[in-house]
């Protein structure tokens, strides 16, 4: 996300909760905002781009991640059972696909991100989230 507008925005549940998810995601804003404009001595430091759980809700667990560029990346995982190395390698792999789709000439910046391969790239993160993998 991108000055608090989507600039992709992916359901990858069977549910039909796609406007419980933009108001979860909204919400996470406001806590990514709170944490780097008001940081405390024991959260990461403003270099660290991983945010780490931001809030559990009943049925998700939501995490943020900045970019050096200020974009903020929300991951809403159903598993709330997920170790923070799957995230963190998620987040990583998500700011490289995310890397390359801006990086395309025909881009606009800050606008949403359209391109196929970039929908195709992160459906094979999100499948390969939780994974135990050596990479």
């Known amino acids: ?3 608090n507008n989507p600039l992709y925005i992916q359901s990858f549940t069977e549910a039909d909760d796609a406007l419980m998810l933009h108001h979860i995601v909204h ?5 990514v905002d709170e944490r ?7 959260s990461p430091t403003l270099n660290e781009t991983f945010l780490a759980l931001l809030y559990p809700t009943e049925n998700y667990k939501v995490y943020g991640y900045l970019t050096n560029t200020k974009v903020k990346l929300i991951l809403v995982a159903t598993d709330l059972d997920v170790r923070d190395a799957d995230v963190r390698n998620f987040f990583r792999k998500f700011h490289a696909a995310y890397v390359d789709a801006v990086s395309n000439p025909f881009h ?3 606008k949403k991100i359209t391109s196929r391969t970039f929908a195709e790239r992160v459906s094979t993160i999100v499948k390969s989230f939780g994974l135990s993998s050596a990479s």
């Open 1 to 3: 996300m991108g000055q």
């Open 108 to 110: 606009v910046p800050g």
């Open 27 to 31: 919400c996470s804003l406001d806590v």
């Open 36 to 42: 780097v404009n008001n940081p405390k001595k024991s």
